[in-house]
């Protein structure tokens, strides 16, 4: 059972970056190497489609199932109460759920190239975000990138009652869907911001 747990000792949890990182660059070589160059546009165009779903499936999953549907928008509201412990996705859940519902269907309506590319690109989005959000929690650092994300995070953490915020590398799904409710423009405690330090820092947020 300890495979399925949602708080990880430190070894699991840098192993997940390990997996993905590992598996990320294994299928950039596999594909660079071993791709027949006759398709490397559509390989190349089918990795930035992987990429760009993983920013939909990111905001989707936030909003609609950590924070919409049970038992997992209990088991995120751990996070939410104990940011900085080692909560996340176990890794064998996440493999599985992209081997399943991201290159099994890519194989079964395309082909091998075509599968790998897309699920390269949707590996790179979710180690991308499992970085982000782990530097959103645990990193201090005055890259100006990660600073806009900590607070845009922070916002989202602050928001109890009516969450927003739900994007974690990117804000354009927030901006779209109108789940921003204004606190990026202003810092306030009439807005909804909690007095005190935030899971993220106390800065104001800023437009990223």
């Known amino acids: 059972m300890r495979l399925f747990t949602l708080e990880h000792g430190k070894s699991a949890y840098r192993a997940d970056f390990a997996l993905y990182g590992t598996a990320s660059g294994a299928l950039a070589a596999f594909l660079m190497i071993a791709g027949p160059r006759e398709q490397r546009s559509e390989i190349v165009a089918f990795t930035l489609m992987g990429l760009a779903s993983w920013t939909v499936i990111e905001y989707g999953l936030h909003r609609f199932v950590l924070h919409g549907l049970q038992p997992f928008s209990t088991w995120h509201a751990e996070h939410h109460r104990r940011p900085t412990a080692l909560i996340c ?119 990223p």
């Open 89 to 207: 996705a176990p890794t064998i859940l996440s493999a599985t759920l992209i081997a399943t519902l991201v290159f099994l269907p890519a194989l079964v309506l395309g082909d091998l190239w075509r599968a790998c590319a897309l699920t390269f690109g949707v590996l790179t989005g979710y180690l991308a975000y499992a970085i982000t959000h782990h530097a959103t929690h645990h990193w201090r650092t005055d890259n100006a990138w990660i600073k806009r994300r900590k607070r845009w995070h922070a916002v989202h953490h602050g928001r109890i009652r009516q969450p927003g915020h739900f994007g974690v590398t990117s804000a354009f799904w927030d901006h779209v869907f109108g789940s921003i409710h204004g606190q990026h423009r202003r810092w306030t405690v009439d807005k909804g911001v909690p007095r005190g330090r935030t899971p993220a820092g106390d800065s104001p947020p800023m437009d």
